[in-house]
């Protein structure tokens, strides 16, 4: 069995950290998390006060989770117990990636063969895929686009 576990960007799609494992421990989500602070770190974005949406696993509900989401400024917001609709975008993500990536390109003979198509998959969604919830655009030229018009607000 394979895990996979995203933090994805609500407000442009991005997914900006992800891990794959072949069990679900708590240290799972802790890496997806720690790679998404540091591409935000890497690209000068803060956290502080961002809300990070998640469900109700003991994975996320961990004191350790808690405890890097408070480190990092972040707020956390669990959904209820078997409610699907508080963590859409999650449910849409991983729907697309089991659509996209896990049936298409497999069965996978082990996890590094997942994890490598992840990363492919992963790349392909955030700068080829197109969102229409965005205006039809990839997350990451949805990302510059913004960030761009805050720089310089006369552009």
Known sequence: MRFTAFVSDVFSRRI???RVAASMPT???LDALAMAL???ARDGESVDGLIHHFDAGSQYTAIRYAERLLDAGALASIGTVGDSFDNALAESVVGLYKTECVRHDGPFRGVD???LATADWVWWFNYNRLHGSIGH???VEFEATYYA???DPAA
């Open 113 to 115: 063969d997942l994890e």
């Open 38 to 40: 540091w591409i935000r």
């Open 16 to 18: 900006v950290g992800w």
């Open 149 to 151: 018009a805050l720089r």
């Open 137 to 139: 655009v990839p997350p």
């Open 27 to 29: 240290a799972l989500p």
